[in-house]
């Protein structure tokens, strides 16, 4: 006769939930290889998108200086773009401030002072700042300007949230469509105004800066007078470093 | 409306008769703690005896205000013996005047209540009664750790009982003697002006002896300090869950256990002594609330659950290189290769100047 063992009975509930969570690893580890995979596929692909931006931005800096002195040396001279890049900061406060100007400052989303954002230059946009010009100090941005700004103050438009940008999967999953997947794309895409420039900046929020490390010089008054307002060209760079 | 268990009925002896009667449905009726205590609030002050002051305390003088012109206030003043002191009207503020409002008899003393609402809180509190939880719970704290069961069922003997001495001795054997020890234990003296208005103790309510037919169980139990008896014909919320607050330690007999069905009904047949009356329907067939949260119906239609996203300090990259790192993996390279062609560069330039 064969006397066969009962083993413990064990609640049916306990049986499903213990079933259920075998399935669930599984699926998870499943999907964390995967999405190792895909993660190392993406670092590969930023590495070389941030070499290839290096060359770009040398190439135009040479690009320019080139052409420069090849029209030099022909007894010519060599008139670069206009800039196309303007970062505008907003220098004094929300008091009385005339309608006009407040709505400028409200559609260049410069709501408080110290406020900085990146805007493409055109007739359109060009004319904005001339409204606004008593309270806004703006110029031409280079590339450590921009490179530094959105590292250290970059912060991201998520959800209608200020999130900070301390990974790439922040820029991927709301810039990816436009092929903005880490940081070094989204400063390129400010930097040479690409085709979605728009929706890099929009994504970017405003610039929150210090007040400038040795002060502004006489806010009230504009640049060319000696003071802070208006277009400073590339002074702006300076003016960074002191809010950055 | 569910199973309705067997309750066994105990003897004088405090040991299972053998007898058992099916749960009356009325424990079973939903507990609804807040149409008890809006009920006992509006039933409490049924019989209240109305209180005022003498309507004429205060107005029996003559006193008249001097007007104006005379150096003094024009508050009304004594006509024999012109003191200030005696009062009329309009003076409460002063010492011998008429209060503020003379309280008056016809005040509305009594509250009516809709005869469904109270049939539904005593449905409650019976319901809640037969919960050892709610019954030991610490606002009612009946001690019925040791009793046999709950609810307790006695058999039909005790309704004959003459003497408290055999009452004691049934409780002792029902082990429901505890919850009269605690009450004695609780015998205080009143706080307040009750104590001198011939209410001047106060103690705990204890066990509620509720019987079918007196055949002498008052007289036994009534002079033991806490019990309160009540016959199944006439059950008041205000005894079966004094204070508004349900679940009183109930110990029933057989006989007035076996009236509940008839007084009250059944889900499935309407009560007969109380004409068109139905047991209150619950709001929720299921009310264990855990066992709905975790049934697989409800566990399959919901998503899996989202980590937490906790922010922590963003480190800035320019100085941290790990956070460099993550967000532009060029960056190491980058660096090493400006570090080299620097290197590089003032090798060059001293090798140029030694020349």
């Known amino acids: ?244 | 409306a569910c199973a309705r268990p067997l309750v066994s009925v105990y003897s004088d002896k405090g040991a299972a008769s053998g007898n058992t009667i099916t749960l009356p449905a009325v424990f079973k009726a939903p507990i609804r703690p807040d149409i008890v205590n809006f009920v006992h609030t509006n039933i409490s002050k049924n019989h209240r005896q109305p209180y005022a002051v003498n309507r004429f305390a205060g107005e029996q003088t003559s006193a008249e205000s001097w007007g104006t012109g005379r150096a003094v206030a024009r508050i009304p003043r004594g006509v024999v013996v012109p003191i200030a002191r005696d009062k009329q009207r309009s003076v409460n503020m002063c010492r011998g005047g008429r209060m503020y409002a003379p309280t008056k008899t016809w005040r509305r003393w009594h509250r009516r209540c809709n005869i469904n609402q109270r049939r539904f809180a005593v449905c409650s509190a019976l319901a809640a009664s037969a919960l050892p939880a709610l019954v030991m719970s610490k606002g009612k704290c009946h001690k019925i750790d040791q009793t046999p069961e709950i609810p307790l069922v006695v058999e039909d003997k005790v309704q004959q009982f003459k003497k408290t001495k055999e009452a004691v001795v049934l409780l002792k054997k029902l082990k429901a003697w505890d919850d009269i020890k605690k009450v004695m234990k609780s015998r205080r003296i009143r706080a307040g002006k009750g104590k001198l208005r011939n209410r001047r103790h106060t103690m705990k309510r204890g066990p509620c002896v509720i019987y079918d037919q007196d055949e002498g169980i008052t007289k036994a139990f009534r002079n033991i300090p806490g019990i309160t008896l009540i016959s199944v014909d006439r059950l008041n919320l205000l005894k079966i869950a004094p204070g508004g607050h349900v679940g009183r330690f109930l110990i029933w007999t057989e006989s007035a256990l076996k009236r509940l069905d008839a007084i009250y009904g059944t889900w499935k047949k309407p009560s007969s002594e109380k004409t068109g009356y139905n047991l209150p329907m619950p709001k929720m067939t299921c009310t264990d609330l855990s066992k709905i949260l975790q049934s697989s119906e409800v566990k399959s239609a919901l998503r899996a659950p989202k980590g937490i996203a906790r922010s922590s300090q963003k480190k800035n990259p320019l100085k941290n290189i790990r956070a460099m790192l993550k967000l532009n993996p060029a960056a190491a390279s980058a660096k090493r290769s400006a570090i080299l062609t620097q290197q590089r560069r003032i090798k060059e330039k001293a090798e140029k100047r030694a020349k």
Request: glycine share 6%; net charge positive.
């Open chain 1, 1 to 244: 006769m064969v006397t066969s063992k009962k083993l413990p009975r064990v609640p049916e509930s306990l049986l499903k939930k213990r079933k259920e969570y075998q399935a669930q690893k599984a699926k998870q580890a499943q999907a964390a290889i995967l999405s190792k995979k895909k993660n190392r596929e993406k670092r590969k692909l930023i590495f070389k998108r941030a070499e290839q931006y290096v060359k770009e931005y040398r190439m135009k800096e040479r690009d320019g200086i080139r052409l420069a002195r090849q029209a030099r040396t022909h007894n010519n001279y060599y008139v670069p773009d206009e800039p196309t890049l303007a970062f505008v900061i907003r220098i004094r406060g929300i008091n009385q401030v005339s309608p006009k100007v407040r709505k400028v400052l409200q559609l260049l989303r410069l709501r408080q002072i110290h406020n900085g954002v990146f805007i493409k230059l055109n007739k359109a946009t060009l004319q904005m700042l001339r409204i606004a010009e008593p309270y806004i100090a703006w110029g031409y941005p280079n590339l450590k300007t921009v490179r530094e700004l959105v590292y250290k103050r970059g912060h991201g438009r998520v959800n209608k949230s200020r999130i900070p940008i301390t990974d790439n999967n922040i820029i991927e999953n709301t810039l990816g469509k436009h092929g903005i997947i880490c940081v070094e794309d989204l400063i390129h895409e400010i930097f040479t105004v690409g085709p979605h420039f728009r929706a890099a900046a929009a994504f970017l929020w405003p610039f929150k800066l210090s007040s400038p490390r040795g002060g502004f010089l006489k806010v009230t008054n504009h640049y060319v007078e000696g003071g802070d307002c208006g277009n400073r060209e590339d002074k702006i760079n300076n003016l960074v470093r002191q809010m950055n």
